[in-house]
């Protein structure tokens, strides 16, 4: 199965750690998003990225949340010093160029912060 | 603002009977408008998609939607429903460059 994979799926950190959650896009993809996902809440964007570059992070919190997908390896989306509030499902997507190509979503990440 | 509004949280429907989720848009520019499904503990998988053309979009499992600009709406149907449909359906917008804004989502439940 070539689809995007997110690994943890489960993820449980206490206040103050660090969570990290990474994503393999789908093979021949080369751009990547986030999105955060709350209960009876629809998806939000995060940030947009390409290999070594990241294109649109407007929806990213301005501290402790950065994203990288680096020339080699899966994208990472990193959280600092979790709070209660970062508790959410975490999805990554991948598409082909062109804003008409539909995103690929992973299967997500579920970050519980205790 | 790029936004996408779903009116309905819910929507039940019989087994058989025709089903259709609402969505409207508002986009600065051409959209390309989207719907995905979601599953429990699963993530979003892509049903169908408008970018020009034909109003009317055929899409999986026998998904289609209605584009209509002068409502900006983009409702999805399905001729006959499925227990097997009941999950929670999105609907997302774009346009130019800007991110894949998505709705709050609405769930579908089909009685049969």
């Known amino acids: 199965n070539a689809g995007v994979m997110q690994n943890p799926r489960h993820l449980v950190r206490r206040r103050g750690q660090e969570a990290r959650l990474r994503c393999s896009p789908m093979?021949?993809?080369?751009?990547v998003y986030w999105y955060r996902q709350l209960p009876e809440e629809g998806l939000k964007f995060m940030v947009y990225?390409?290999?070594?570059?990241?294109?649109?992070e407007s929806g990213m919190p301005k501290e402790r949340f950065s994203a990288e997908f680096p020339k080699e390896g899966p994208s990472i989306l990193r959280i600092q010093q979790v709070v209660r509030g970062d508790s959410a499902a975490y999805f990554c997507?991948?598409?082909?160029?062109?804003?008409?190509?539909?995103?690929?979503f992973g299967n997500g990440t579920r970050l519980t912060v205790t | 603002a790029q936004s996408v509004a779903q009116p309905e949280d819910q929507v039940n429907v019989a087994e058989g009977n025709p089903l259709t989720v609402k969505c409207t848009y508002s986009?600065?520019?051409?959209?390309?408008l989207f719907w995905y499904v979601q599953y429990p503990n699963r993530g979003l998988q892509f049903l169908l998609k408008?970018?020009?053309?034909?109003?009317l979009v055929k899409g999986s499992y026998g998904f289609e939607a209605e584009f209509n600009k002068s409502q900006t709406s983009f409702h999805l149907k399905k001729p006959s429903a499925l227990v097997s449909d009941s999950a929670l359906y999105f609907c997302?917008?774009?346009?130019?460059?800007?991110?894949?804004?998505f709705g709050k989502g609405t769930r579908l439940s089909v009685i049969a």
């Open positions: 990225l390409q290999k070594e570059n990241i294109i649109d």
């Open positions: 997507a991948s598409s082909l160029p062109g804003h008409n190509s539909p995103l690929h």
């Open positions: 408008y970018i020009t053309g034909d109003n």
């Open positions: 997302a917008a774009r346009s130019g460059n800007t991110p894949l804004v």
């Open positions: 093979k021949g993809h080369s751009h």
């Open positions: 986009v600065s520019g051409n959209p390309y």
